[in-house]
Every structure is written in C-alpha cells, then in structure tokens.
C-alpha cells in the first residue's frame, strides 16, 4: 500500500517536473534568469570572498566557464558587419520615397539629442546631490594606466569643441570603406551604409538596383541564421560570463564604492523609467506591456555589455515582440546601437563629477553645460562594446583639467556598471523603434 502510494507520488512529482521542464524550455528569458542566478552564485564560491579556491585555479575554471561566451560574441562578432551594412540598407531602401526617408531620420535625430542630453543632465544632477566623490579617499593610489594627454590639461574645452568641428564633420566621411570595415569602424560602416541605402531611393533607375538589392538580402538572411544558431547557446554564455565576472572581481569589491555605484544605478533606473514611459506615451503601449516585452533582451544585454552584440536580438524583439514593421526595425536598431547612447551619457557623466569631487576641483556652472554638450557629442558613435566608456570618461576629464586619480576606483566596479548601462541603451534603442514605428511605414499598424 506504501508502495503504491510512493508510486503515484512519483508519478505526480515526475509530470510536474516534465511540465516545469518544457515550460522552461519554451522561454529563452527565463532560461537566461536562471542562467544569471546560477552564474553569480558559482562566481561567488570561486571568488575572492570566499577564497575556497586558489587564485590561479580560479581563473582558469573561469576561462573555461566562459567558453561558451567567447563563442556567442564570437559568433555575433562575425556577421555583425554584414548585418549592420545590409539591415540599414534594406531598411532605407525599403522606403517609398526621400520624404519617408527625411522623416524617420529627423525624428530619430530629435529622439536621440533629447534622450541623451537628458541622460547626462540627470547624471550630473545626481551626483552633485550624493556627492559620492566625498564618501572614498584615494590617497596615495597609484594611477591607472590610461591617462589623459598633458597639453589637453591647459586646453581650453570650448574652443578645442570648435576648432575640431570641421574635421570631425569631414571625418564622418569614410575615405576607405573596406579598411572601415576591416577594423569595425561602427560609425564609418553606418554613414557608408546611409549613403548606399539613400542611393537605392534616390536612383533614377532603381530596377538596375535590384540584383543588388537580392544580394543584400540574401547577405541578411545568412547573417540571421547564424544568429539563431548562437542564440542555442545563449544561457550557457550568461551563465559563463557571470560566473567569470563574479569569480574575478567578488561581490565585497562594490562595497567601498557603493554610494557611487548605487548614484550610477538610481540614474539608470531614472532613464528606464523614462524610455518605459517615452513607449506608453508616445509609443502608445503600456509601460508594463513594453517592459515585459523586452525583458530577455534586456537579460542579454547585462550579460554581454554589448549593444552591438545584442542588436539582431533587438531586431527580433522589435519586429515580433512591439509589433514594429521591418523596414523601421532594420533601420532604427543599427543606428540606434551606434549613436543611441543615453545610458553611456549619464554615466560618464556621474563618473567625471565624481573624478572632480575626489581631485577637489569645483566645476561652474558654464562648465556643467559644457560637460552636457562635449558628453552628448562623445556617446554619440562610441563604438557599443564593453570597455570603451572608460577611455572616452579619461579623455573628456583630461579635457577640463581634472586629474585621474580616482579612475582606479572606476575600474573596479566599471564591469558591472558596464552592463547596467547597455540594458538602458539597448532599452533606449527598442523605445526609439516604438516610438517611431509608423513614421517610416505610415500604414502598418501595431
């Protein structure tokens, strides 16, 4: 009798663990969350808290851990090119005119200006208010090894922004396309790709462009499928990439900075809630619907600190998930992932006040406005890959006289600053495409 009862108990546990089991499977955001949890909870026990496990030992199962990573960025990396180059051509040449054309790049414009200069004003609001430069003393640490150019030091910022104008405009021309591509110039491959997609619209003869036009596609057809084969190994990559992040650095390791770090999350919290409530009323979809919607690509970003490496993830999502047409989707998120850098802006921008708060260098009022301007004109065509924020924040700092001194403490806990930022940037990217997802395709409805 207890046999049979045990029987049926283990029948009713098996159906229930088969159910949890494909309901699992059938849900690629829940997969990365556990992916996440389980990431973190190995790092701790291989890191520095902890101190189960040798240095050295430990870096090497990380390595090992984050294979499957490496593949995944790998993967990305090796169609992002062709699929940049090919998703903003059709996207524009998809357009049934230039006025179409004319429209969505003007709003675009707009979006990306607004958002990104309300991201850096919100940044230095904030950390004029916590003032987290105040809570750490650097001493006698040594100094990090990027560090500014001297004679930029005694440059005045206003006029090297004005004086660099013209050349930075000219430079935005790429002279040699294929050296652009070879070194992944994202912002040189952008404007080339601009300018073959508006050639397509604007042609007298757009028929002679249409074998063209089938090689492009079948360019973006190939790249998708090799995106579909990385995306099968996307938990394991979170999973890797997590636990080799927290196996290096520990969790005790935010501590020392935690009134900086909690001032750069409350500001990136601040400009969701804005991209979430910029979908509700201007995209004219429920906060809550909206953020729902982009939860696993919002994971995916985390994990990779890359919005280049996320983009055809976020292409999908805007195309099935926002209910955005394809010509708009194929055009906004490669652009967006180039010069839609809102999150960047408002971290540089709490990370220069926080280096002037630690040199003891009090900034005016003029100069606030100036670091919005140069912070607004820098995260636009910062190239979307982990690290680069730390090189452009030690330049813009050397450009207004302030030391690097507490850069050191920056690079301690800019990994996973790094990876909260481009959550807000790709989440920036997918309420952009929302938001303008009639202006290209008027017709299409949501």
């Known amino acids: 009798m207890a046999t049979a009862h045990h029987h049926r108990r283990f029948i009713k546990y098996h159906a229930l663990f088969q159910r949890a089991d494909a309901w699992v499977r059938g849900r690629l955001w829940l997969q990365v969350m556990i992916a996440l949890g389980l990431g973190a909870f190995v790092g701790f026990l291989l890191g520095p808290d902890l101190a189960l496990v040798p240095r050295d030992t430990a870096e090497i199962i990380g390595t090992w851990l984050a294979l499957p990573g490496r593949l995944f960025l790998g993967l990305i990396g090796m169609v992002l090119i062709p699929l940049v180059v090919c998703s903003i051509i059709l996207g524009l040449a ?37 003032r987290p430069g105040q809570y750490v003393f650097v001493g006698e640490m040594p100094q990090p090894s990027i560090r500014p150019d001297p004679e930029a030091l005694n440059a005045n910022p206003l006029q090297e922004i004005t004086e660099q104008v013209p050349d930075f405009i000219v430079q935005l021309i790429p002279q040699n396309v294929f050296g652009a591509l070879v070194d992944q110039e994202m912002l040189a491959v952008v404007i080339f790709s601009v300018f073959i997609g508006v050639a397509f619209v604007t042609a007298s003869r757009r028929e002679a462009l249409e074998p063209l036009r089938k090689l492009f596609e079948a360019l973006l057809e190939v790249s998708m499928t090799v995106v579909k084969w ?45 991209f979430y409530l910029a979908a509700g009323i ?77 040199a003891g260098v009090d900034l005016s009022m003029a100069e606030l406005v100036l670091i919005v301007v140069t912070l607004v004109a820098s995260s636009i065509g910062a190239p979307g890959t982990p690290g680069v924020g730390i090189v452009i924040l030690a330049t813009i ?23 909260s930022r481009t959550v807000v940037n790709v989440t920036g990217d997918l309420a952009a495409c929302r938001v303008l997802r009639h202006q290209g395709h008027p017709s299409v409805s949501a």
Do not use: W
């Not at 005119?97 to 309300?118: N, P």
């Not at 700092?397 to 990876?419: E, S, Y």
């Open 397 to 419: 700092a050397g450009d207004f006289a302030i030391a690097t001194t507490g850069l050191v403490l920056i690079l301690g806990v800019d990994r996973i600053l790094d990876m």
């Open 94 to 130: 998809g357009a049934a005119s230039g006025e179409q054309l004319k429209r969505i790049g003007s709003r675009l414009a707009v979006f990306v200006v607004t958002t990104t200069t309300a991201a850096a004003a919100i940044g230095i609001s904030l950390a004029l208010y916590f």
């Open 282 to 358: 201007l995209g004219g979809m429920s906060p809550i619907a909206f953020a729902h919607a982009i939860a696993p690509t919002q994971l995916l970003a985390f994990s990779t600190s890359s919005s280049a490496a996320v983009m055809p993830v976020s292409i999908k999502t805007a195309i099935e998930r926002l209910g955005v047409p394809q010509g708009v989707a194929s055009l906004v998120i490669p652009l967006g992932a180039t010069v839609n850098m809102a999150g960047t802006a408002l971290y540089q921008a709490i990370a220069l006040i926080f280096l002037a708060q630690v």
């Open 230 to 274: 990385a995306m099968f190994i996307t938990p394991y990559a979170v999973f890797g990439l997590i636990a080799q992040l927290t196996a290096q650095t520990g969790i005790s390791t935010l501590v020392g900075m935690g009134v900086y770090v909690f001032t750069v999350l409350l500001g990136l919290l601040i400009m969701l809630l804005f």
